[in-house]
């Protein structure tokens, strides 16, 4: 059993600690709080609803503003690597929270504020000026002033376009029925003419017929400024550069406040552990002089919880009961160092249930042999290991992504193993180097490897399918103990130890000819028993005697599932092959060049990006196909899915990292 | 240069182009979806490329057999062996499972994986799943795979 044992707790305590007990919790942070159901014993207990003490303006939503714009505004954009590679600042709790009271949060949210506002204005404003920088542009040869140009005494200007098919008939029927009248070309665009027509004021009413005629477009000064157009361009771009200039200095503002003030980041993640806090009230209850407190702990941190609440409390009560029928507890996997990372694979499927097995530990056996098959190759393996203990041992990495490279730490060695027995060393490699290494690449090609896929690809397959066999009796075998094991005995042999039977034998009968003859004989009784069994057997849940019989038969149809299970291993064999034959591909690519000293640099080139994308996609491919097989294959035998996660109450954090100062103080 | 040669050469187009194709198909109909994703949430960009990546699978598998009949037949050993119309038609045959089975699971593999990319935009913690299912797909590119290299390798020259 890898699954952690559980136990729930209760605790009683007076209600004036009730803030204290919470932080102290939450600074162990090893139990998970739960609801208290609404119960007999708690009928006349409160929530705690009412408590939200988180309305001032110092909130999450206000400092994350602040970080979100002056982040974005920090001096030099330092890059996702660099931050992975300095480690996170470390708080004790208590400075943590002294630091809310050191600096004056509120003065520079307002400050911030009030710059991202001007920002934004200044954005609007920008946007406005170049939209009329553009219109009236286009008017750049009238030399009028726009804003008067409705202001004549006697005449009429009317600025507007016209398309260039109509312009002719326009200007002639002007000419025929206006009589006095200048019109003048501004700027010509695509198909449309800029034009402006001069007329004296009372011939206006001859003239918008004609103007309807032609779809006339007349042009409407709409803007405040004042001047001819020349002159109006040049107000807007000293408006737009005076806006530059500001935003400029707003911008050397905020880089100063990004470096003033970095207490924001720690000052984020307090709130975010207050609020975790205030949010986990909403689980506890309260009577008039109590509060009561209710969740799991992992039973090997039962000591570390009760000493914590002596160390600090004196009106407490904690008991510890067993978890009850029909609960939903919750799980930790407590696994070796050496398989722990393979939990990630479980933990991708689904967590198990709390009573049944955790099958990380021999899923952790198949999945290492599986991927190294599947990537086999000591170059791609290598760089695989080699890059992911780099990053263990260089970046500042969560837990979880520590987890990841470790396991991909593991996987690369496989592939070295895999690469090893196939003979694959980026692909065949070895033989492009000198003659001087012939003796080497012929130890390592010929000598050490068992298999040579390209030329005889049958024992390799035959390997894949042979370790399917085995994890598969594997599964049937696990559900089989975990059915003795609770005592259902009868049931473990009627639903795994007859078909284990019944595939044994057919196993025993498709490979006859590669073993004595009265193995053939073994074989035909085996399945002769196996399908007896399974038809007696398979069909017990149903009353009547025919269906029974009838289920069976029915059942027997599940061979072909066993069969097709085991065919699925042969992905294996498949990948494997491809990996090295996909290498092999580039290498002959690479050396194919013939081009005098620049050949060099392109030979180098194709193998470096050649042979890193094959490596991208053999170690996808066989990171999802062994996934899939555990899955698919082998948790369907016996694996029971759908356990919760543990989720501790705990000092979570984002951009910093907080220490449980009462840890400190002991060491 | 033998008959036979051009029916292996047909092969080896076959077997490359039509897998690649479908895997083209896949990948851009992953991929469509994947950067709907991200117009919502950048940061899924890692799984959304593993994602679309799996459809682009077939495409290898094809390339790989037509490398294998290239091989086979010598070519890049300078010397192309001889061969008849019937050693031709067998590599041809022996191409076409990779080549029909990797354009068709290919395509669908694309709109499963599409699929999956919209489940872990709402269920980011069942990645697991999400990742199973178009390798569920999959699984026939394999066989058809594992068809051609057996098929090819039972040609005789």
Request: charged share 20%; proline share 4%.
């Amino acid at each position: 059993m890898t699954i952690s044992k559980i136990k729930k707790f209760h605790i009683f305590a007076h209600i004036s600690i009730k803030e204290s007990l919470l932080i102290e919790l939450q600074k162990l942070g090893c139990v998970e709080i739960i609801n208290i159901e609404e119960r007999e014993e708690f009928h006349n207990w409160n929530s705690l609803d009412d408590d939200f003490s988180l309305n001032s303006p110092v909130n999450l939503s206000n400092v994350k503003f602040c970080i979100d714009l002056l982040s974005s505004y920090r001096a030099k954009k330092s890059k996702g690597l660099k931050s992975l590679l300095t480690p996170k600042k470390i708080y004790s709790y208590d400075e943590l929270v002294q630091l809310e009271q050191q600096y004056n949060f509120q003065e520079l949210f307002n400050r911030c504020k009030e710059l991202d506002n001007e920002l934004n204005q200044l954005n609007l404003q920008e946007n406005r000026l170049n939209a009329a920088q553009q219109e009236i542009q286009r008017w750049l040869g009238l030399d009028l002033d726009l804003s008067k140009i409705e202001e004549r005494k006697y005449i009429k200007i009317i600025p507007g376009s016209i398309t260039k098919n109509n312009y002719q008939n326009l200007v002639s029927d002007i000419e025929q029925q206006v009589k006095t009248s200048v019109i003048q070309i501004i700027a010509e665009e695509k198909n449309k003419l800029n034009i402006a027509i001069i007329i004296l004021k009372e011939n206006q009413p001859k003239l918008e017929p004609i103007l309807q005629k032609y779809f006339f477009e007349i042009y409407k000064y709409s803007h405040t400024f004042i001047g001819t157009p020349k002159q109006i361009i040049k107000t807007i771009n000293e408006q737009l550069h005076a806006i530059t200039g500001r935003r400029e200095e707003i911008r050397q503002t905020l880089i100063k406040l990004y470096s003033e003030n970095q207490f924001i980041y720690p000052l984020y993640d307090l709130l975010s552990i207050k609020q975790e806090k205030e949010d986990t009230k909403k689980y506890l209850k309260k009577s008039a002089k109590t509060i009561a407190v209710r969740g799991w702990v992992q039973k090997k941190d039962i000591p570390k919880l009760e000493k914590r609440l002596k160390e600090n409390f004196s009106f407490y009560d904690v008991s510890f009961s067993e978890p009850k029928e029909g609960e939903v507890i919750p799980i930790v996997l407590s696994n070796k160092a050496m398989v722990r990372p393979f939990e990630i694979i479980t933990e991708l499927y689904s967590l198990p249930d709390y009573h049944t097995i955790d099958p990380t530990p021999i899923l952790s056996i198949f999945y290492f042999v599986f991927f190294g098959l599947a990537l086999s190759d000591v170059g791609y393996g290598g760089a695989m290991a080699l890059m992911s203990y780099l990053a263990m041992k260089y970046l500042q990495l969560g837990k979880g992504a520590k987890k990841f490279f470790n396991l991909l730490y593991y996987c690369g060695i496989a592939g070295i193993l895999g690469g090893i027995l196939l003979g694959s060393w980026f692909g065949d490699i070895l033989n492009y180097l000198p003659p001087v290494f012939n003796n080497l690449s012929f130890f390592l090609t010929q000598k050490i490897a068992l298999f040579n896929p390209v030329e005889n690809p049958i024992p390799l397959l035959i390997l894949s399918l042979i370790l399917g066999v085995i994890q598969i009796y594997t599964g049937i075998l696990i559900k089989f103990t975990d059915n003795v094991s609770k005592g259902k005995l009868t049931d473990g042999i009627m639903d795994q130890i007859s078909w284990l039977v019944l595939i044994t034998g057919i196993i025993l009968y498709l490979v006859k000819g590669m073993l004595p003859s009265v193995i053939s004989k073994i074989s035909g009784t085996a399945i002769l028993i196996g399908t007896i069994s399974i038809i007696l057997t398979q069909g017990r849940a149903q009353k009547n005697i025919l269906l029974k019989i009838g289920s069976g038969i029915l059942a027997l149809y599940g061979i072909t599932g066993y069969l097709s299970d085991f065919l699925s291993y042969s992905r294996l064999f498949a990948l494997g092959l491809a990996t090295g034959i996909i290498a092999q591909m580039f290498n002959m690519l690479a050396t194919m060049i013939k081009i005098p000293y620049l050949g060099v640099l392109f030979t180098l080139v194709i193998l470096i990006v050649g042979h890193t994308f094959n490596l991208f996609m053999s170690g996808l491919g066989a990171f999802i196909h062994d996934a899939r097989l555990q899955y698919v294959e082998f948790f369907s035998k016996f694996y029971d899915a759908g356990g919760n996660p543990f989720r501790p109450f705990t000092l979570k954090t984002t951009y910093i990292e907080v220490e449980d100062t009462s840890k400190a103080d002991k060491l | 240069m033998s008959e036979g040669i051009v029916l292996a050469y047909l092969g080896a187009a076959l077997a490359i182009g039509l897998a690649g194709s479908g895997s083209a198909i896949g990948v851009g109909i992953a991929g469509t979806t994947g950067a709907g994703l991200m117009t919502e949430d950048p940061s899924k960009f890692g799984l959304v490329l593993l994602l679309q990546a799996i459809p682009g699978t077939q495409g290898i598998y094809g390339l790989l057999v037509g490398f294998l009949v290239l091989i086979k037949i010598g070519i890049f050993a300078g010397a192309p062996a001889y061969l008849t119309i019937k050693q031709g038609m067998l590599i041809l045959y022996s191409c076409l499972p990779v080549g029909i089975v990797g354009f068709f699971s290919a395509i669908y593999q694309g709109k499963t994986s599409a699929g999956s990319i919209g489940l872990i935009a709402r269920r980011p913690e069942e990645t697991g799943k999400a990742v199973v299912l178009p390798a569920m797909v999959e699984t026939y590119a394999v066989l058809s795979l594992i068809s051609s290299i057996l098929l090819l390798n039972g040609v005789e020259l």
